[in-house]
């Protein structure tokens, strides 16, 4: 039984990080989607729990795919749910430098971590995002729908009235 983490922050999930869920779904026995915490992002639209929400309702119709939220390590996420692949979405060459550095990081990290009868390596693998989707970023969608635009189009349209409703309030 292959298992694979897909991490992120998801606020919000956007039709991006949709796509590489779907595809990941068919190469894995298990997907878990796992909210975690980017300490670089200070600020936040949607709760952790909200989030979990948001992301449990647009993916509940995949049958192998799962949510979960962790306050922690991602590598310590992966220990914990027994699989050492990570899969992480690539738009364009930025976005590929920072996403080298946490996955060596990762690995780096994670063979700290052998024993003499145990490795865990953590491995990260990398889909390329479908070029329809490459130019969406949640900041982007935060900042359209600041501005009261629609977001249809940008997210699943079941986030649509959600991102609506948190900058109407
Ligand atoms: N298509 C379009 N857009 C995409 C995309 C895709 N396939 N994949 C990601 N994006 C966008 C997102 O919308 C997001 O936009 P934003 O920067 O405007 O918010 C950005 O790319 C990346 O966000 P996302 O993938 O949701 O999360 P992240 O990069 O913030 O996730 C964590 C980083 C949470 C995985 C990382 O910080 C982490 O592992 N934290 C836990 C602590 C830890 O283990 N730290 C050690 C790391 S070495």
Known sequence: MRTAIYPGSFDPLTLGHLDIIERASKMFDKVI???LINSGKKTSLF????RVIMLSDVLSKYDNV??????GLL?????????????????EVTDFA???QMAQGNLAMSRTLRTEDKDFDVETLFL???PEYSFISSTMVREFASYGRSVKGFVPDEIVPLIEAKFRS
């Not at 709760?47 to 909200?50: A, C, G, M, Q």
């Not at 799962?66 to 306050?71: C, D, N």
């Not at 590598?75 to 738009?91: K, M, P, Q, S």
Request: glycine share 2%.
């Open 47 to 50: 709760s952790l729990d909200e």
């Open 66 to 71: 799962t949510v979960a939220s962790y306050k």
């Open 33 to 35: 989607v796992c909210i």
């Open 98 to 100: 920072c996403e080298l």
């Open 75 to 91: 590598i310590d996420f992966a220990r914990e749910n027994d699989t050492n692949i990570i899969i992480r979405g690539l738009r």
């Open 128 to 130: 390329a995002t479908s």
